[in-house]
């Protein structure tokens, strides 16, 4: 509560003249909150609360500068108090993708979020932002066997499983730094954009942005944790964007079914890590809520290991942890 006291006051301090009331509008898995001041007038605005000891706001102002430069709709910065950790940004309402594909035309709002992309991988620019190395993609793998096998499952891989697992994870790295590198939001999914009416869509959590593989946010995108689609209704999608990317200019493969594999493979290392986190949530954090979407990641995952036979010792390991998980269960 004090903390919104303080949230109250620096607003107050902007609009000396102006009566408003603060509702909260979201959390996310950090340590981030977001309130929705209206005002007397009935106009909108979003207050970051972002406290300075467990979140730094300045890459979230400039990923945020580079994307509104870009051309496309991300919250627009009014004010900032970094010391307190507050931002005042504009409001990009309240429905996310996730909530309007149910009901939606996806095909329409799937074509406006990768034209937004097209236009962040046009602007990109190296050094702008952290390169998503060797380092970083590989310590996204290991929070695999951290967390999701050995605490999540109770496993413990012997010694043979291990090196099966590292194996795969060494060709899913060449593949992946192997990409053309551009501007990476990380977490570019249906619950991350939001539905507007002008320049659509609304772009949101994007603080955590990279420089790295091509088709990363694509993963991201059409192999969403959050929704299911048909894999040929994706494979639509997918072309329809990479000869979109390919007429922009961007470098992208020239023969599609090499963008697919690395598209593919870029997806395997994102479940891989996203299965990981989602065990760490649970097991350190108390967050239960990313269990139920622990399965549609699984099966992605074992969907891409039975297509590729780089993937094959990953395909057995992922078996044998299906067969525990199915032994433990009988005997619980």
Partial sequence: MQRQQQLTDWLSSLYPNEKFIITPASADASFRRYFRATFADGSTKVVMDAPPQHEDCKPFLHVGKLFEDAGTH?????????????LLLSDLGNTTYLQALDKGDAKQLYGAATDALIKIQLASKPKELPPYDEALLRRELNLFPEWYIAKHLGVTLSDKQKAKLEEVF???????LAQPCVYVHRDYHSRNLMVTEENNPGIIDFQDAV????????ASLFKDAYIRWEEDEVMDWLIRHWEKARKAGLPVREDFGEFYRDYEMMGVQRHIKVLGIFARL????GKDGYLKDMPLVMEYLVRA???????????????????HAAKAGATS
């Avoid at 060494?170 to 992946?176: D, H, Q, S």
């Avoid at 420089?211 to 694509?218: A, E, F, K, R, V």
């Avoid at 649970?282 to 954090?285: G, I, L, V």
């Fill in 211 to 218: 420089y790295g593989p091509i088709t990363y946010d694509l």
């Fill in 170 to 176: 060494a060709r899913i790295l060449r593949n992946n």
């Fill in 74 to 86: 991300v919250p627009h910065v009014y004010a900032q108090d970094l010391a307190q950790g507050f």
């Fill in 282 to 285: 649970y097991h350190r954090d």
């Fill in 305 to 323: 290991c039975e297509r590729y036979i780089d993937l094959k010792p990953l395909h057995n390991l992922l078996i044998e942890l299906d067969q």
